[in-house]
């Protein structure tokens, strides 16, 4: 059976409902979603669910290409012909790649109506919260799933978390985090990392033109194409500044269609655009947003070299899977003096902590980076500073205020 193969054990903290509801597992193409599912199954097998009892279906098979409604119920039945025992038992299904068949979640509210469990992943966030909403109002969890955690990445090298490291343990996690700044953790770059490249090429393919320029019907495929490369390339973006800037090459493209490509882009879960801390919505059209890639991996292959860019992306992205989201608890902050804190982390609308991200703290950009968090700081009424570089470590007392400047390595760690 596929899930016998050696797997990876994901730091996800997961229930399956008990009640008649259906997990929905949401993630970007290539993040180990299939394999978080043969996950749970094997956990099941170890719990004493018999193999026959659980049904695995991989909707973007060849085989499975242009499912139906109608299929998925002869399907049913075709199983409960085989293992007839199981027609009055409560069964597991697994449902990968699912927003592939129309009117899927009338199918998973059969089988929740007759009380099985459910499982089904996605790699589109607007088809899914759309048809979530609607057939399976109230009948479903979300859990998100992203490319590997650098605890992840370590676990896959036998290195567990300790209070202490010995030198050579710091060297060889060092090591690996320069590989992980570089080239991400999609699941199959960590685990073959020779083919990297080529792999991360076929992931932005993937996406760019399976799950966007087919879905959603692309006529100006270069312009899609160009709009991703200044996603990676940008500090701050805006639909306005997007727009001008494709014009400015020759792009023929109107505002809307910028505004719907990067809709689809961020519906694809490889990006996310991060907004402002602001109660203006005029304002926050104004400053645009900070674009963030889903993977390091993906701005490398698109050309980025910039260190302080990479472990920025790196900070956000790590926020991401620690189970924050973007607009909702991480926000970036301009005080008004027009400076800038990286992330801003608030819950139950109280900010939690501030945090600046630098490759280095040096003379040139010390008083920019300090004076950016003691304003955020005084402005937002929150004490809990932080400094994230690449392997400085100090506390700095400054203007009543103290900040924690931590290397980027035992940052990850503490998550």
């Known amino acids: 059976m596929e ?3 050696e797997l990876i054990e994901r730091d996800v903290n997961y229930t399956l409902p008990k009640i008649q509801r259906a ?12 394999y978080f599912m043969f996950q749970i199954i094997k956990e099941l097998l170890k719990q004493g669910i018999r193999k026959d009892e659980t049904l695995y279906i991989n909707l973007e098979d060849p085989r499975t290409i242009g499912t139906t409604l109608e299929d998925l119920l002869n399907l049913l039945d075709v199983y409960y012909s085989l293992f007839p025992e199981n027609a009055k038992k409560r069964n597991y299904f697994f449902l990968d790649e699912v927003q592939t068949v129309d009117n899927w979640e009338k199918f998973v509210r059969f089988l929740l109506d007759k009380n099985q469990q459910v499982v089904v992943s996605g790699s589109s966030s607007r088809l899914l919260s759309k048809e979530i909403a609607t057939e399976l109002r109230g009948r479903s969890i979300s859990l998100k799933i992203y490319p590997f955690s650098f605890k992840e990445v370590l676990k896959s090298r036998n290195i567990r978390p300790a209070p202490f490291y010995s030198t050579y343990e710091e060297a060889k996690i060092k090591k690996l985090l320069r590989e992980y700044l570089l080239w991400g953790g999609y699941p199959e770059v960590v685990l073959d990392f020779s083919l990297r490249r080529e792999i991360l090429r076929e992931i932005i393919d993937l996406t760019i033109y399976k799950d966007i320029i087919e879905r959603w019907g ?6 899609l194409k160009l709009l991703f490369r200044m996603l990676a390339f940008s500090t701050h973006l805006s639909i306005s500044k997007a727009y001008k800037n494709l014009k400015g090459i020759g792009i023929n493209v109107g505002k809307t269609t910028v505004a719907n490509y990067l809709e689809y882009l961020e519906d694809s879960l490889v990006f996310y655009p991060l907004r402002p801390l602001i109660k203006s919505y005029k304002l926050q059209e104004l400053y645009g947003f900070k674009p963030y890639l889903v993977d390091n991996g993906l701005l490398t292959i698109l050309g980025v070299e910039d260190k302080g860019r990479l472990l920025e992306n790196l900070v956000f992205t790590e926020l991401l899977k620690s189970g924050l989201e973007p607009n909702r608890n991480i926000f970036y902050y301009r005080t008004k003096n027009g400076k800038e804190a990286d992330f801003v982390v608030r819950e139950n609308g109280t900010v939690k902590q501030i945090i600046q991200v630098t490759h280095e703290l040096n003379h040139s950009n010390y008083e920019r980076e300090i004076s950016a968090l003691i304003e955020a700081s005084k402005e937002l009424k929150c004490g809990n500073l932080l400094l994230i570089t690449w392997d ?9 205020k103290e900040i924690r400047v931590v290397p980027l390595w035992k940052w990850l760690l503490s998550l």
């Open 3 to 5: 899930w016998d193969v």
């Open 23 to 34: 997990l929905v597992i949401i993630g970007p193409r290539r993040a180990g979603k299939t």
């Open 218 to 223: 692309i006529a100006n495929i270069r312009a």
């Open 392 to 400: 400085q470590e100090e506390l700095i007392r400054e203007k009543g």
